[in-house]
């Protein structure tokens, strides 16, 4: 099954959260699923890091963990027929993942 890794890395954040999302989207893609990396912020040279790997990262341009974030983030994983979203960071707080939980797919 397909899955969506929805995570950030700046300054702000830092890599920590990308490279836990790169881990389960190495495992994924040894088990034969396809994993897409969406995010907000991240460097150019994680997102070349991400894309050497043969994953897919489409940059949205919202507010990290609002409501257009969410909604962005269901779109792509609608598009891409995701089954799943993983979300890491602190930023995706109860509002986030009810706008998730509601579009039926399911969140991690």
């Known amino acids: 099954m397909d899955i969506i890794m ?21 495992y994924a893609k040894e088990e034969g699923s396809k ?4 995010c907000c912020a991240v460097p150019e040279n994680m997102k070349k890091r991400l894309e050497t790997e043969g994953l897919v990262v489409k940059i949205i341009d919202s507010a990290k963990g609002s409501r257009e974030d969410a909604c962005a983030t269901v779109k792509i994983a609608s598009d891409e027929g995701a089954g799943w979203i993983v979300t890491d960071g ?10 998730i939980k509601q579009s039926g797919i399911k969140l991690l």
């Open 90 to 99: 602190y930023h995706f707080g109860l509002d986030y993942q009810e706008e």
């Open 35 to 38: 994993a897409v990396f969406v």
């Open 6 to 26: 929805r995570c950030d890395a700046d300054l702000e954040t830092g890599l920590g959260h990308l490279m836990r999302s790169l881990a389960l989207a190495q």
